[in-house]
């Protein structure tokens, strides 16, 4: 049996943090504001994980008022939350993601954090695709006031 799953995940641009996105570091002016590292692509596939495994969601998993979990790594989470589905009898095939913002040019770093994603989970390096686009200069993207990021994982019976 086939499952599939959504996740969507919005973080603010501040100044001070570095830009996590997948696990890769990636050179820019500005973060991401959040609790943990605020790597939007890790919590959007972790909620796309949770999602199709019927898991609840990332905020139950990983509540951002707890301590514990400040400036937590978030390909972390993505493995713990991967763990726990796979414990459910659940595993992940494959997932596609789009991160919409206008800056920066990530172009240059989608397959690394593609092959970065996959290797936290388990997979093989084809097995996350990962995609960009910008806003058309539109709303808070457009803006360069945060960015959002799209996910969807398809899960099989491990
Ligand atoms: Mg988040």
Do not use: C
């Not at 008022?65 to 939350?81: G, H, I, K, Y």
């Not at 990530?106 to 989970?121: E, I, S, T």
């Amino acid at each position: 049996m086939i499952r599939v799953g959504i996740g969507y995940d919005s973080h603010r641009f501040v100044t001070g943090r570095p830009l996590v996105l997948g696990g890769i570091t990636i050179p820019h002016g500005r973060g991401l504001a959040g609790h943990s590292d605020a790597d939007a692509v890790a919590h959007a596939l972790t909620d796309a994980i949770l999602g199709a495994a019927g898991a609840g969601n990332i905020g139950q998993l990983f509540p951002d008022d707890d301590p514990q979990w400040r400036d937590a790594d978030s390909m972390e989470l993505l493995r713990t939350a991967h763990e726990l589905v796979r414990g459910r009898g659940h595993a992940v095939v494959q997932a596609d993601l789009t991160v919409i913002a206008e800056a920066p040019k990530l172009g240059p770093h989608l397959g690394a954090m593609g092959a970065a994603l996959a290797a936290r989970l388990g997979l093989g390096p084809g097995a996350i695709n990962v995609k960009a686009k910008t806003n058309e200069g539109m709303g808070f993207i457009g803006r360069g006031e945060g960015l959002a990021v799209i996910a969807v994982a398809t899960l099989e019976a491990s």
